[in-house]
Nanobody, 123 residues
Framework: QVQLVESGGGLVQAGGSLRLSCAAS????????MGWFRQAPGKDRVFVAG????????SYADSVKGRFTISRDNAKNTAYLQIYSLKPEDTAVYYC????????????????WGQGTQVTVSS
């Protein structure tokens, strides 16, 4: 078991930045690939970014490439999502998730989820 807790969301103006954190507890954090997803009202939960166990490889949804950066610190059992140049369409609840093996885009493939953190971008 691993427990995930997101933090760092909030209300920001368009063009602003945020850093989301995902703190993990329980089993060894470094054995899990991590993903960030988001869910806007009335829409499905979608993949935003992923990072491998070592942090050596990352992947991003096309809609966020160049603005989002995923990272992790295995010594601190924490994953991060740095968001730059926020847009109103980035408004959503952001979730982190963990799974063994590789990063995949499908939410159902992830074993563990946090409770989510709200990001609201005003225009």
């Amino acid at each position: 078991q691993v427990q995930l807790v997101e933090s760092g969301g909030g209300l920001v103006q368009a063009g602003g930045s945020l850093r989301l954190s995902c703190a993990a507890s329980g089993r060894t954090f470094s054995i899990y690939a991590m993903g960030w997803f988001r869910q806007a009202p009335g829409k499905d939960r979608v993949f935003v970014a992923g990072i491998t166990q070592s942090g050596g490889s990352t992947s991003y949804a096309d809609s966020v490439k160049g603005r989002f950066t995923i990272s992790r610190d295995n010594a601190k059992n924490t994953a991060y999502l740095q968001i730059y140049s926020l847009k109103p369409e980035d408004t959503a609840v952001y979730y982190c998730a963990a799974r063994r093996f590789s990063v995949v885009l499908t939410p159902d493939a992830y074993e563990y989820w946090g409770q989510g953190t709200q990001v609201t971008v005003s225009s």
